[in-house]
């Protein structure tokens, strides 16, 4: 199975930005299309932004285009998201996903392999 690991969250204040970091392992990473969702206290997980597996397509949610940023590296396994301008409404847990599968996915239902997750917090 893929074994997806977050790292880079923390606690910022408003306007800082944070780029996180997602390292894959147990499979051949360029296969996978992958995502990232975040989860609030007492919210639904809720899709963030993906990317195809050669980087030629992105997808974000509408209300974070033009703050967020998703790329990814296959020589290093790893997916990345910048995070500009952040918000305190963007405090969260920030998950990774892999998805296998063609069409464009939004729900965490698509998808088979997630990370444990990292805290992003930001303070007005």
């Known amino acids: 199975q893929v074994q997806l690991v977050e790292s880079g969250g923390g606690l910022v204040q408003a306007g800082d930005s944070l780029r996180l970091s997602c390292a894959a392992s147990g499979g051949t990473f360029s296969s996978y299309a992958m995502a990232w969702f975040r989860q609030a206290p007492g919210k639904e997980r809720e899709f963030v932004a993906r990317i195809s597996r050669t980087s030629r397509m992105t997808y974000y949610a509408d209300s974070l285009k033009g703050r967020f940023t998703i790329s990814r590296d296959n020589a290093k396994n790893t997916v990345y998201l910048q995070m500009n301008s952040l918000k305190p409404e963007d405090t969260a847990v920030y998950y990774c996903?892999?998805?296998?599968?063609?069409?464009?996915?939004?729900?965490?239902?698509?998808?088979?392999?997630w990370g444990q997750g990292t805290q992003v917090t930001v303070s007005s």
């Open positions: 996903a892999a998805d296998r599968g063609i069409a464009v996915h939004t729900t965490i239902a698509n998808y088979d392999y």
